[in-house]
Nanobody
Framework: QVQLVESGGGLVQAGGSLRLSCAASGRTFSSYTMGWFRQAPGKEREFVAA????????NYADSVKGRFTISRDNAKNTGYLQMNSLKPEDTAVYYCAVQGMVWGPLDIRESKYDYWGQGTQVTVSS
């Protein structure tokens, strides 16, 4: 089992920045690919970004590419999502997730992630 706790959400004006954190406990965090997803009101949850267990590869949704950066510090069992140039359409609950398979590849599909945090609200005002 892996327990994930997100933090860092809040209210920010358009153009501003936030950094989300995802603290992991339980299994060896450094062996698992992690991702960030988000769900806006009335919409389905969508992929935002993912990073491999080593941190060597990343991918992003087109909507956040160039503005968001995913990273991880395996020594601290923590993942991050740096969000810059925020837009009102970025408003959502953001979730971190970890794959259940050791050393898994990057994947944008929710079904490939077995462990999820409770989510943190990000609200961007115009």
């Amino acid at each position: 089992q892996v327990q994930l706790v997100e933090s860092g959400g809040g209210l920010v004006q358009a153009g501003g920045s936030l950094r989300l954190s995802c603290a992991a406990s339980g299994r060896t965090f450094s062996s698992y690919t992690m991702g960030w997803f988000r769900q806006a009101p009335g919409k389905e949850r969508e992929f935002v970004a993912a990073i491999t267990w080593s941190g060597g590869s990343r991918n992003y949704a087109d909507s956040v590419k160039g503005r968001f950066t995913i990273s991880r510090d395996n020594a601290k069992n923590t993942g991050y999502l740096q969000m810059n140039s925020l837009k009102p359409e970025d408003t959502a609950v953001y979730y971190c997730a970890v794959q259940g398979m050791v050393w898994g590849p990057l994947d944008i599909r929710e079904s490939k992630y077995d462990y999820w945090g409770q989510g943190t609200q990000v609200t961007v005002s115009s």
